[in-house]
């Protein structure tokens, strides 16, 4: 059901395009592989408006099913028989569901290999067939892999003062804090949620896959929600809110949680700050750290028929104001979603997740040396002020391709002691400050001109710089990474000990530990092999 609606939205909203005549502005901005995407797209919901078309002419229902399978379906290939399957033997209204909806399963089939087209991109799915003993090739364009369900106990493992684990599972707890153990059914006679209880009565409850009562599929985490919201109620009873009434304690949970937009502010041609009002995630903030970002469906702004609501955007954490509850989060507009967050408005309600993330280490009494590319920059300035309040010494290479590219002057000066900016444009920048200084050309060069005193007196010494955080495209990054390495900045920086490098990267869910967009092979620095992913 899914697909059909898809292909036709983008097709009405493709022939506004070509209406306004923008089509060909936006076909010339895809990749051969994206035309290639789009064009069939296209002919997809055609051939679907069509069908229905002559469904309504033959007073009969469209049969879309066909047409879907015959672009090649959805198929389930499993390992095992269907019978083997825990959605049939947990849950099996979702398979016969699944079935009337023309999904197929296959039994048996064990993955080898993945084939891909010209474009590095899955063109078929390679199994090993238990009937025959052999190969069979499936042609797939989209290739999903259920690896399982396994509890995100993450958790347990940082805070361990708080949170204890019952096998794979939290331990679960009784109203009166003693350890008990949950029957492994999704109504069980005894329905117990609570994993911690405070002091004060406060108590943190569990669901979902970390409850063996209610793990394996989204109906029993529901269905798990509907059985104990009494208890989770009854403890909330409990806790004593001082004078407030049960308005007054909604009004500071309100006021408290709910993210709403004060100001969005243009920085450059590309770049939107956008400034959230949300007082608990602003005062939770520490340097180095990330939102997700995104507007409701029911406040988006409605175009010809198009809701414009975004997907969730990972959004640089810049600053905060505590006292006033307030965060900075700055967006590059890559189009799509990123560049909805220009359209967001004062005073609207947003989905605002966070601050997540690991800190930034910041040790005291350091010499840093930051070196940030273009929307690094909004990162780095929040971490020197912070590696400046531990009394470590600052010098901040602040790199841009164009001069209209820099913002945020005031905070990045605050940063550091010493500011090379730089840029790719002739005539570079004009530095605010006496011991500042400018450069033409890339970072590499600059940090070299700088270390070899080419730029003039140095307030702080290249060569003196313990850390290195580097914060930019991964490019530069790359290029920072092997002169510290192998190249000339090992010589002109001997003393750093640590180097460290972070790169945005697009992220949904925003939970620890199972984000597979951004998976990267850990490679051993002294033997180079490769350890773990």
Not at 231 to 259: K, P, Q, T
Not at 375 to 383: D, E, R, T
Not at 412 to 427: G, P, T
């Amino acid at each position: 059901a899914y697909y059909p609606v898809q292909v036709e939205k983008l097709l009405a909203r493709f022939e506004v395009l070509e209406k306004d005549g923008a089509s060909e502005k936006l076909a010339a901005g895809l990749s051969p592989e994206e035309r290639i995407i789009l064009n069939e797209m296209l002919d997809h919901a055609r051939a679907i408006r069509a069908e229905k078309a002559q469904a309504k002419a033959q007073a009969r229902k469209p049969d879309v099913l066909s047409l879907i399978n015959s672009w090649g379906g959805v198929t389930v290939a499993y390992r095992k028989r269907l019978i083997d399957a825990p959605s049939y033997t947990l849950n099996h209204e979702e398979v016969a569901l699944a079935l009337e909806e023309g999904i197929s399963f296959a039994e048996g089939l064990t993955p080898v290999r993945i084939e891909v087209d010209a474009f590095g991109h899955a063109s078929a799915l390679v199994v090993k067939d238990a009937s025959t003993n052999g190969e069979r090739v499936m042609p797939a364009r989209s290739i999903l892999v259920a690896a399982g369900t396994q509890p995100n106990t993450v958790l347990a493992r940082e805070e361990p003062e708080h949170f204890k684990l019952d096998g794979k599972y939290f331990r679960a707890i009784d109203e009166n804090g003693n350890a008990v153990s949950p029957e492994r059914v999704s109504k069980p006679d005894q329905v117990e949620v609570v994993v911690q209880r405070r002091a004060d009565g406060r108590a943190v409850s569990f669901f979902g896959d970390l409850h063996p009562s209610f793990a394996g599929n989204v109906v029993k985490a529901m269905g798990g929600a509907k059985q104990s919201y009494p208890i989770v109620s009854a403890m909330l009873n409990r806790v004593e809110i001082g004078a407030r009434s049960d308005d007054g304690f909604l009004a500071m949970i309100n006021g408290e949680f709910r993210a709403v937009v004060r100001a969005v502010n243009r920085l450059t041609p590309n770049i939107v700050e956008v400034v959230v009002h949300a007082p608990r995630a602003a005062r939770a903030f520490e340097p180095g750290q990330f939102y997700r970002l995104q507007n409701f469906e029911a406040t988006a702004r409605r175009y010809q028929g198009t809701i414009l609501s975004m997907e969730g955007l990972a959004m640089t954490g810049a600053s905060v104001d505590r006292e006033q509850g307030l965060l900075s989060t700055i967006a590059l507009e890559m189009g799509g979603s990123s560049d909805l967050c220009a359209q967001l408005t004062p005073g609207e309600p947003v989905i605002l997740m966070g601050p997540t993330g690991t800190p930034t280490e910041i040790e005291a009494n350091e010499t840093v040396a930051l070196v940030g590319g273009g929307l690094g920059n909004a990162v780095l300035f929040s971490i020197g002020q912070a590696a400046r309040a531990k009394g470590s010494r600052v010098l901040y290479f602040a790199g841009y391709k164009k001069l209209i590219d820099r913002y945020k002057v005031d905070e990045i000066e605050r940063a550091a002691d010493q500011v090379i900016w730089c840029s790719d444009e002739a005539l570079g920048f004009v530095p605010g400050r006496p011991q500042d200084m400018t450069f033409v050309g890339n970072i590499v060069e600059a940090m070299l001109a700088y270390g070899a005193g080419k730029l003039g007196q140095q307030t702080i010494a290249l060569a003196d710089a313990e850390r290195v955080i580097c914060i930019g495209s991964d490019r530069m990054m790359a290029a920072v990474a092997h002169s510290l390495q192998q190249g000339a900045l090992k010589q002109a920086a001997p003393s750093v000990r640590v180097a460290i490098g972070s790169i945005n990267s697009p992220m949904q869910c925003m939970m620890k530990e199972v984000c597979a967009q951004c998976l990267q092979a850990h490679i051993d620095p002294v033997t180079g092999e490769r350890t773990y992913v």
